[in-house]
């Protein structure tokens, strides 16, 4: 939350004349920074500026001055925000009340295609979500998060007020149903828009209800393998906002419109780690799975798709067929499916043949063509960054191009929000920066709050804080970059053997391959199982999966030296490797791989480098 006080309050201090116009924009501009660690952008602060004077006067005229304004409003554990939510007390119970409002300074909406929850306006090339769905959206997020509305979430209602607005220019909104957690108000509506206001928030104080609200303890996450099975076999699990709403909704209109039309169209989401790629993916085949629609689920990683195998498809055999790998539409036939989703796109590589495949399937045809031609409406899901291996290609360009030389229609949706390490977009673009995968190389950590992030000069310090946090319950898993050779299991291996020596500290590596041993889980279910703890995970069997706690251990193949960091290819050990593998395309590869390790954590990340000068860099950097 960036500013909280009463309605008259906010219209005394910012707009009566007291303090200059513009006075809460630039508060809210300075608190905002300090949050998220950057600015916010001109239409952010022309929104401020227009929108909130507006409200704040539309409150006072109907007599609710003593209301509390929460404004933008952070919802929990994500870098999502509430323009305002509004506190205060039933005019009939006495209970705590709530509304959540999304401001609008829309003048025109327009329909996009047949689908009511989505909308098209001047200022976006994209569809966006109709603000009926985007605020009840907000409403399901925060009755499902804040413990406080826990046994009252009737307690919460949404409302969007689109106050430049007339109703004959944006009608089409109201074909989305309304309901008391999304309700539609536009500028000729005004006296209705107080009427209902003073329906739910009686002219009396607020602070009470907005300090039970502050103060209420955020639910855990839902983690997304431990709700995997009921989303795809039993009914939704996850709420889905704003952009997650819209690609969810696309691909749903996109199939709706190729089974009636004979259509074929190609949607490509992409956004960072924690934005929702997953979730979206698995409430994609959940709804299509339960309605029958052919659909399958498809990645490049054999970690996440045999994961997903056992927990979905657990004594079901048809969920577990739902998951394959994208070299297995070699020989589909073309829009034998209705949707492929193929999750993790990033790792899609030139072909799908290896030295297993028979010679009359070597066609050099490109792994991404086969993908597009096997579905009507084949969805890709990526983050550019995450690519990890050589030969791994997929792009949004390259997906762009394939759909192009076919004739189709490809539809880019970006993901800009944050849902794991807290909801911090602030440690996300933190570690973008520390790596130099963006912007101009490290910052000093600001701690905001969400997520936690800790550096430790030993690797017995690391392992033993999260030790610790293991007992109070949270799940934890130490990683490492690739600088370790493997030991080879024979049959007279008597326990894992510990590769990762770092002085007189040493642990095993995850098991290799598909088969437990010695008491640890196989490969693919080291970040899952509760036996994982106490191996090192490398990049391979963390990329797609998220614990509580993440510890990540940097080895030589990365670092500090002066004023840069410096990649040694010498120092990995990756087979994966090979003499031909260029220079840059390495450096590339191991700065994503700490991007994937640094990323994993729902909590928060304690770090240790193998380096002295690197851990002295990072102690300059992490208070």
Same mark, same amino acid.
């Given at each position: 939350m960036l500013f909280r006080e009463s309605v008259a309050s906010v219209a005394a201090r910012f707009f009566g004349g007291s303090i200059a116009e513009g006075a809460l924009a630039l508060i809210l501009a300075e608190n905002f920074l300090h949050a998220r660690g950057h600015r916010p952008s001109p239409s952010e602060i022309r929104s401020w500026e227009r929108s909130l004077p507006i409200l704040a006067n539309t409150l006072l005229e109907a007599g609710l001055g003593d209301v509390e304004?929460?404004?933008?409003?952070?919802?929990?554990?994500?870098?999502?925000?509430?323009?305002?939510?509004?506190?205060?007390?039933?005019?009939?119970?006495?209970?705590?009340?709530?509304?959540?409002v999304e401001l609008k300074q829309w003048s025109k909406a327009y329909p996009h295609g047949e689908d009511p929850r989505l909308c098209l306006i001047d200022s976006r090339s994209q569809p966006v979500l109709n603000?009926?769905?985007?605020?009840?959206?907000?409403?399901?997020?925060?009755?499902?998060?804040?413990?406080?509305?826990?046994?009252?979430?009737?307690?919460?209602?949404?409302?969007?007020?689109?106050?430049?607005?007339?109703d004959s220019e944006v009608r089409w909104l109201r074909e989305a149903t309304e309901d008391a957690q999304g309700r539609l108000f536009t500028q000729n509506q005004r006296g209705a828009f107080q009427n209902y206001l003073k329906s739910r928030l009686a002219s009396a104080s607020g602070a009470e209800a907005a300090d039970a609200l502050l103060q209420g303890p955020v639910r855990p996450s839902r983690q997304l393998m431990k709700v995997a099975? =009921?989303?795809?076999?039993?009914?939704?699990?996850?709420?889905?906002?704003?952009?997650?709403?819209?690609?969810?909704?696309?691909?749903?209109?996109?199939?709706?419109?190729?089974?009636?039309?004979?259509?074929?169209?190609?949607?490509v989401v992409t956004g960072g780690p924690g934005s929702g790629k997953s979730v979206i993916a698995l409430s994609l085949l959940g709804e299509l799975y339960r309605n029958g629609v052919p659909?399958?689920?498809?990645?490049?990683?054999?970690?996440?798709?045999?994961?997903?195998?056992?927990?979905?498809?657990?004594?079901?055999?048809?969920?577990?067929?739902?998951?394959?790998?994208?070299?297995?539409?070699?020989?589909? =036939?073309?829009?034998?499916l209705d949707v492929l989703i193929c999750d993790e796109a990033h790792r899609i590589r030139l072909t799908s043949a290896n030295r297993y495949t028979k010679a009359r399937l070597r066609t050099g045809r490109p792994q991404v063509a086969e993908l597009i031609d096997a579905a009507r409406v084949p969805v890709f899901l990526l983050d550019q960054h995450q690519v990890v291996r050589p030969g791994e290609m997929g792009t949004v360009e390259q997906i762009e191009q394939a759909a192009k030389a076919r004739g189709l229609t490809c539809t880019v949706v970006g993901l800009d929000s944050q849902?794991?390490?807290?909801?911090s977009d602030a440690y996300l673009r933190w570690v973008t920066h520390l790596l130099g995968l963006e912007g101009d190389g490290p910052n000093p950590w600001e701690p905001d709050g969400k997520v936690r992030l800790l550096?430790?000069?030993?690797?017995?310090?690391?392992?033993?804080?999260?030790?610790?946090?293991?007992?109070?319950?949270?799940?934890?898993?130490?990683?490492?970059g690739y600088c370790w050779k493997w030991s080879k299991i024979t049959s007279t291996t008597t326990g894992l053997p510990a590769d990762v020596v770092i002085g007189d500290w040493a642990r095993p590596w995850n098991v290799p391959g598909d088969r437990s041993l010695f008491g640890a889980p196989p490969a693919p279910l080291w970040?899952?199982?509760e036996a994982g703890f106490g191996q090192v995970g490398c990049v391979y069997t963390a990329q797609g999966f998220e614990y509580d706690w993440s510890g990540v251990i940097i080895g030589p193949d990365l670092v500090w030296r002066t004023d840069r960091w410096v990649v040694d290819r010498t120092a990995s050990k990756d087979p994966i490797f090979t003499k031909a593998t260029g220079d840059a395309d390495i450096d590339r590869l191991i700065r994503n791989t700490y991007k994937v390790l640094l990323t994993r954590g729902m909590v928060g990340t304690v770090v240790y480098s193998t380096d002295p000068e690197t851990r002295e860099r990072l102690r300059s950097l992490i208070p």
């Open positions: 304004m929460l404004i933008e409003y952070a919802l929990p554990l994500t870098s999502k925000r509430a323009d305002v939510i509004l506190a205060g007390v039933h005019p009939v119970t006495g209970e705590p009340s709530y509304m959540v603000p009926i769905e985007q605020v009840r959206g907000y409403c399901d997020y925060l009755t499902s998060f804040n413990g406080a509305l826990e046994h009252t979430p009737d307690s919460v209602g949404g409302v969007a007020f689109l106050h430049n607005a007339k099975s =009921e989303e795809v076999r039993d009914r939704e699990q996850f709420v889905l906002l704003d952009e997650q709403k819209v690609a969810y909704e696309l691909v749903m209109s996109a199939v709706r419109t190729a089974r009636r039309a004979d259509h074929k169209q190609v949607i659909a399958l689920h498809a990645t490049g990683s054999a970690s996440f798709t045999k994961t997903m195998r056992k927990i979905a498809g657990a004594r079901k055999t048809e969920v577990k067929k739902l998951f394959q790998y994208f070299n297995s539409f070699m020989e589909a =036939e073309p829009n034998d849902f794991r390490c807290g909801g550096t430790v000069d030993t690797p017995q310090e690391l392992e033993a804080f999260l030790t610790t946090r293991k007992a109070e319950g949270y799940s934890a898993r130490m990683a490492a970040a899952t199982e």
